[in-house]
């Protein structure tokens, strides 16, 4: 076992194959620290260069988008002017809370019934898997599942 980077972002890097070159920390770092905003190129470009003295050229800008896209570090989403919108992979992608019936079998998300609990489970998923990533965990899920005897099994409403 190689020793682990003290750096998460190093950490991240390394697990997913990547070179840890200065200009590819600067652009996880922003987004990693911005993970609720999706960026297009030209606003990730301008936000890098506010961030940091060094701008970074923007074909290599692009090509470490394209790599990081695909390691599955960024998600990448096509907005309704088809521009390409790109963001920290959100870890609730693995972890939607979601409710098992004992009675009915039947699964079914929760974030409708839950509200803004649904957001708490979920960014506290997304932390979770977050915190062992930085320490050198990979190929992460999790399952955020409440079970018991939904409200139709319960009132005999079928
Ligand atoms: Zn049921």
């Avoid at 800008?61 to 992979?89: E, F, S, W």
């Avoid at 899920?141 to 409403?157: F, H």
């Amino acid at each position: 076992m190689p020793p682990l980077p003290d750096d998460p972002i190093d950490a991240l890097l390394t697990a997913h194959g990547l070179r840890r070159t200065q200009a590819v920390r600067q652009v996880l770092r922003w987004l990693l620290a911005h993970p609720d905003i999706s960026y297009t190129h030209a606003q990730l470009r301008l936000a890098l260069q506010d961030a940091a003295a060094q701008g970074l050229d923007r074909v290599t800008l692009y090509r470490l988008i394209d790599r990081l896209t695909q390691v599955g570090l960024l998600l990448c989403r096509v907005d309704v002017n088809r521009v390409r919108r790109y963001q920290a992979m959100p870890a609730s992608v693995q972890a939607i809370p979601h409710f098992e019936c004992r009675s009915c079998q039947k699964d079914s998300p929760l974030a409708g019934a839950l509200k803004a609990s649904s957001r708490d489970l979920e960014r506290a998923a997304r932390t979770a898997i977050e915190t062992l990533q930085a320490l050198g965990y990979t190929g992460l899920s999790m399952d955020v599942a409440v079970r018991g005897i939904c409200r139709e099994c319960a009132t005999g409403a079928q």
